[in-house]
């Protein structure tokens, strides 16, 4: 059942969506990790010029799908659309949740309506390290 | 721990770094065929810790379908079949138009779309379709990779350890 309907007012909080990331979820060129990347190697992050190795960025957009969907179910699924920039690395192990506010509705067709959300992801330092907007479906009766 | 490098890398173990200067805007980026697997489905629900039972079983669309953010990888799958750049991702853009079914085949295709210098680094963007069989677009993303970490007027001349072309998987 999603949350967010027509009636869902400007200002509305998406609810948070956390996860802990680690470095085995890192391994994105071989399962046993013996590819050296820069998401878990710290020499080959140092070549790239990092000081350490750096989260896998879909790894840290994955909270952001994860509430968008509890927010719209089929209306995400299907008519989800999004932008979203990253604005700085996330460490391997981080803490990430993903939060938003619902900033506007327009109708979509006879039927829908398009709730825009103003998105982004925080780790537990504080640091957002990625933001955007996303928006989904919601059914239109009025 | 090794000190971050003053120099961009000119190669890797994928072969020589793309540079700025060979990124052709409105090159086609030509096309390949992707099956959507269960075990696909399976992995980038376990990859996100996102589970839902229309993942699994059936859905409004009729059977198992995928999260839609498994539509993240395959742009990077079509990008490194042609340019070997590393960086980091900077910017996404999507639309989901249609449920990614488990078993379907998905044509994809792109092409460059982009490139621009920002605060001292180079910038290149690729858009990427995704056509069921009938033909009918199912997702669309144009994303921005920033090239290089270090800035452009570094020296080129070091040789890195991670390439740009990915593992055609989840």
């Not at chain 1, 327009?106 to 398009?114: I, S, T």
């Not at chain 2, 605060?119 to 993303?141: I, K, P, Q």
Request: net charge negative; proline share 5%; hydrophobic share 35%.
């Amino acid at each position: 059942m999603a949350i967010i309907t027509e009636n869902t007012p400007i200002g509305y909080a998406l609810p948070p969506v956390a996860r802990k990331l680690d470095v085995g979820l890192n391994q994105v060129k071989t399962d046993d990790g013996k590819i050296d990347t820069i998401h878990t190697d710290p020499d080959a992050a140092a070549r790239e010029g990092l000081n350490k190795p750096i989260a896998v960025g879909s790894r840290i957009f994955g909270v952001i799908p994860r509430m968008m969907m509890l927010c719209f179910d089929d209306g995400w699924v299907v008519g989800g659309k999004g932008s979203v920039v990253t604005r700085r690395s996330a460490g391997v192990d981080d803490l990430v949740t993903a939060k938003g506010i619902v900033t506007s509705k327009m109708p979509e067709g006879d039927e829908k309506l398009r709730v825009e959300c103003e998105v982004w992801v925080e780790t537990d330092k504080g640091e957002k390290v990625m933001v955007g907007q996303c928006s989904g479906l919601v059914a239109r009766t009025k | 721990m090794a000190k971050p490098s003053k120099v961009r890398m000119a190669e890797d173990a994928t072969g020589k770094r793309t540079t700025y200067e060979e990124i052709e805007v409105g090159k086609d980026l030509g096309s390949f065929e992707w099956t959507v697997t269960e075990a696909d489905i399976e992995r980038q629900c376990l990859l996100d810790e996102h589970w839902h039972e229309w993942f699994v079983s059936d859905s409004p669309w009729g059977g198992a379908v995928a999260p839609p953010q498994i539509q993240s990888r395959p742009p990077r799958w079509l990008l490194g079949r042609t340019y070997n750049i590393r960086g980091v991702s900077y910017k996404h853009d999507f639309e989901y138009l249609k449920a990614i079914k488990a078993g379907q085949t998905l044509t994809i295709s792109g092409k460059i779309s982009d490139k621009y210098v920002k605060r001292n680094r180079e910038f290149m963007r690729w858009d990427t379709f995704a056509h069921d069989e009938d033909g009918e677009l199912v997702f669309y993303a144009s994303r921005v990779q920033c090239m290089d970490i270090i800035e452009r007027d570094a020296p080129r001349e070091g040789v890195g350890v991670d390439g740009g072309p990915k593992p055609e998987r989840i």
